[in-house]
């Protein structure tokens, strides 16, 4: 994690990092003014309340209340050596908690982070750069060499130089990776966090057998991202790319819709129209891209090449990012490499979509098969002896498709936890299937896995599956665990000792898509150095289904984000056309502001929390909408999840409309008691928001060039080097 400090009056110090801000000072006696704890201090209380996050992490999974512990920590100096010093944690139990829960309590303590980070002794290297925010990689750039080549399955270079060269990709274009977090807690199953220290919201995560092939992981996915733009994903590219030669790519094409808002012709094709817009349904308004909002410029399209005949078909930039999120997109060491892992993650999210949809049982991978793959049968044993039950399961249907499944229950939630991984070779796709499993995860984040089902209509649910493709926590049938499976087992993969190339692999995968007869269609982007392919499959590789692009298109944001940024120099006309727009749009309720308009703001400020709810409540108070204002904050109330803070907030409210509805109450009357509640700075913000003379409380001014929003300005700024790069390669 990226750290900047910013010397601020007399000794105080500002540190920033991701959203937040920490301000440190020194005590009076010693020169400084006792605004802030010191840096120490904050040190010592890291540790004293990271062991008491695991104190509650420990509790909460096992529903024991936390509210009767109490834990503290004194730092005893010794007195010939201040540097040496004993960290002693005390922790106080109730009496009704078993001695079971004792002594894992006291274990979760020794988990603390900051405890092992110290005890292991971190290496400070101290060194002056030229430029800060050109400094990049240092951490991440290995120098291959002959004696350090690990080659690996399915990949056309040793991972050193994999490595090297994807992180010098990434400093050319001014970005600077930094590693988040490692975790290692079964053998043979490495993942990590990566991500712009400049933009955090640009992360991916990594996963393999060994470090550095999660690493090689973790880069992939990053370059894949940026290529395919999926960082960017439904977010506002503000006003000057949006007013740029080209807003995606140079190669983009605009059409404009019909004179009755008809698709135009030169979009999509015979076989994807009847796909997507099987009904007439769909107008060329639903294809407008969130990112620019040029709808002035018509419908922003992006070449695909139709591998049947090698044709080039236009795709609405809003069709793909609408339906296909990350689904389908790969880089590599060469294309061929991109393009066998980009297919074996469609089929992978494909044949699991019918697994779970369908509730089959899959057949259990056979014991002597399982031993051919010793790093395997230990990390599962490793999973086993922290009391998890794991199935081995095949889930090529017949060796069909190059999948494979690993199951996790939890026999302490009753949860399971199906994660599925694909490769044309058996061992990488049963490698990656358990490396997914543990991707990112602890012990204890296994217990919010959901129990399985034998309802239907749950695992056939659409979201289901979407909750399935986010993160693998979606429902699974217990129908999926019957011992009489539906298929045979069978051993597919490779008969010789060798892998056939990455070439042979992708010409056999894209001929299973052509035998299922699936249209494919391929765009390859290697504007950035490292080959990216985009394979979209209509009608078989869609994580959303194509009824959204008319009911639940991200391009809604057009119809309210100048609106909502602008909210404070609306006049009340505007405000009260919004208000009866956004009620009548039936949009959710409690979607998020940053969801609806595609914009980025601090998530610890009122912007950041703000729902389509809240922002309701707080127009209608402005309008002194009393009525309505009381029907909408006794819903907030009712199913907030905003803070402590806010929360408190809204109650006052609440209590003061009451008052203020009734003919028979006066205001005056409470208003002492309310300030002895609520508080007085609380209560002036109450009461000044039913007055109108406080109008949008919480809520700093904005507008549309995105004034005071840094979170937001950053992934701009982020998305800026891409375009620029593209630009470049453009006019070279």
């Not at 019957?482 to 995968?509: C, I, P």
Request: hydrophobic share 40%; glycine share 6%; net charge negative.
């Amino acid at each position: 994690m990226e750290i900047n400090v910013n010397f601020l009056d007399n000794l105080r110090l500002e540190a920033k990092f991701d959203d937040f801000t920490v301000i440190t000072d020194q005590p009076i006696r010693y020169k400084g003014d006792g605004s802030a704890p010191s840096p120490f201090d904050y040190f010592l209380a890291s540790s004293a309340l990271c062991a008491a996050y695991f104190v509650r992490v420990y509790c909460k999974a096992r529903d024991i209340p936390t509210h009767n512990i109490r834990l503290s920590q004194n730092n005893i100096i010794d007195p010939d050596n201040r540097y040496n010093q004993i960290f002693k944690i005390q922790v106080e139990l109730p009496e009704d908690i078993s001695e079971k829960d004792r002594q894992g309590i006291l274990r979760s303590i020794d988990r603390c982070t900051v405890k092992k980070v110290v005890q292991t002794g971190p290496e400070f290297q101290i060194e002056t750069v030229e430029n800060l925010a050109e400094d990049a990689q240092a951490l991440l750039m290995v120098q291959p060499d002959s004696e350090h080549r690990t080659f690996i399955e399915g990949k056309d270079l040793p991972l050193e130089q994999t490595i090297a060269n994807m992180t010098g990709l990434l400093a050319d274009l001014g970005m600077k990776i930094e590693i988040a977090s490692w975790r290692n807690i079964v053998p043979h199953v490495w993942s990590l966090h990566i991500r712009d220290a400049a933009s955090p919201m640009c992360f991916t995560n990594g996963k393999g057998a060994t470090k550095e092939a999660a690493l090689c992981s973790a880069l992939g996915e990053f370059l894949e991202r940026l290529n395919c733009n999926f960082f960017y994903n439904d977010q506002y590219f503000g006003e000057e790319i949006a007013n740029s030669d080209f807003v995606h790519y140079p190669n983009e094409r605009w059409f404009a819709p019909g004179s009755e808002d008809e698709l135009p012709a030169g979009i999509l094709d015979d076989h994807t129209r009847a796909i997507y817009d099987p009904d007439g349904e769909l107008r060329g308004s639903n294809l407008i891209d969130t990112n620019s909002g040029r709808a002035d410029r018509g419908i922003c399209s992006l070449p695909f090449v139709r591998r049947s005949d090698g044709e080039v078909v236009y795709f609405p930039s809003n069709l793909i990012e609408n339906l296909y999120l990350s689904n389908g997109m790969s880089a590599g060491n060469t294309l061929a490499e991109a393009e066998v892992q980009c297919l074996s993650e469609i089929f992978e999210r494909a044949v699991k979509k019918e697994i779970i949809e369908q509730e089959i049982a899959l057949p259990d991978v056979p014991r002597e098969v399982l031993a051919q793959y010793p790093d395997i049968v230990e990390a599962v044993a490793a999973l086993e002896q922290q009391g998890f039950p794991i199935l081995v399961k095949d889930a090529s249907l017949g060796g069909r498709f190059p999948v494979m499944c690993v199951t996790l229950m939890n026999p302490r939630t009753g949860g399971v936890f199906a994660s599925f991984g694909a490769h044309s070779s058996f061992h990488v796709a049963l490698e990656r299937s358990l490396t997914e499993l543990m991707q990112g995860r602890s012990f204890e984040g296994l217990n919010d896995v959901p129990p399985p089902t034998f309802s239907s209509e749950a695992v056939t649910e659409p979201n289901n599956y979407v909750e399935h493709f986010i993160d693998s926590t979606g429902v699974v049938s217990w129908r999926f665990f019957s011992a009489k499976a539906d298929y045979q087992f069978v051993e597919w993969g490779f008969s010789g000792e060798h892998a056939d190339s990455n070439e042979t692999e992708a010409d056999r995968l894209f001929g299973t898509l052509e035998a299922l007869g699936k249209e494919v269609y391929v765009a390859v982007y290697e504007d950035l150095g490292a080959p990216t392919c985009r394979i979209l499959v209509p009608g078989y590789s869609e994580v959303y289904p194509a009824e959204d692009l008319v009911w639940d298109n991200t391009n809604k944001a057009l119809d309210y984000r100048e609106d909502i940024l602008n909210l404070h120099s609306l006049s009340d006309a505007q405000l009260e056309d919004l208000v009866v727009r956004l009620e009548e749009s039936q949009i959710d309720n409690y979607e998020t502001i940053i969801t609806l308009i595609g914009v980025e703001f601090d998530e610890n400020t009122v912007w950041g929390q703000l729902t389509v709810l809240e922002l309701k409540l707080l127009i209608c108070l402005a309008l002194q909408w009393h009525e309505e204002a009381l029907d909408l904050v006794e819903m907030f109330l009712q199913y907030n999840d905003n803070t402590v803070e806010r929360g408190l907030f809204y109650q006052a409210v609440n209590a003061v409309l009451e008052v203020v509805l009734d003919e028979e109450l006066a205001l005056d009357d409470y208003l002492a008691n309310f300030r002895r509640m609520f508080g007085k700075e609380t209560m002036e913000a109450v009461v000044g928001s039913v007055d109108g003379s406080v109008r949008f409380h919480g809520l700093t001014p904005t507008n549309m060039q995105l004034e005071g929003l840094d979170k937001h300005l950053r992934l701009i700024e982020s998305y800026k080097k891409l375009h620029a790069a593209r630009a470049a390669k453009m006019a070279g």
